[in-house]
């Protein structure tokens, strides 16, 4: 079984920063492409950002210059720093992982999601 749990949400100000934090568990062979996704009440769920095992980084356009993804691969976790915030960043932010388990099955597997709030 493998999970991935996130955390650092909360509510901040326009202007300030918050860092979340991803860790991958479970019966892990490897860890491929890890992702943030988010999605605003009424939206649907958006890419924000992916980073390769290699350490190779896409953004969104709405959060480049402001978030920077990065990879601990020793402990399979990623963090999200969010800074400038904004409140249309308000919205659930979800981990993603392509992985393959020791039983060599591929899988993409999801977080529960971690809310981040923006006052303005």
């Known amino acids: 079984q493998v999970q991935l749990v996130e955390s650092g949400g909360g509510l901040v100000q326009a202007g300030g920063s918050l860092r979340l934090s991803c860790a991958a568990s479970?019966?892990?062979?490897?860890?491929?492409?890890m992702d943030w996704y988010r999605q605003a009440p009424g939206k649907q769920r958006e890419l924000v950002t992916t980073?390769?095992?290699?350490?190779?980084?896409v953004y969104a356009d709405s959060v480049k210059g402001r978030f920077t993804i990065s990879r601990d691969n020793a402990k399979n976790t990623i963090f999200l720093q969010m800074n400038s915030l904004k409140p249309e960043d308000t919205a659930v932010y979800y981990c993603?992982?392509?992985?393959?388990?020791?039983?060599?099955?591929?899988?993409?597997?999801w977080g529960q999601g971690t809310q981040v709030t923006v006052s303005s």
């Open positions: 993603h992982a392509d992985l393959e388990t020791t039983s060599r099955v591929y899988l993409n597997v």
């Open positions: 479970g019966s892990i062979f490897s860890i491929n492409v």
């Open positions: 980073i390769s095992s290699g350490g190779s980084a």
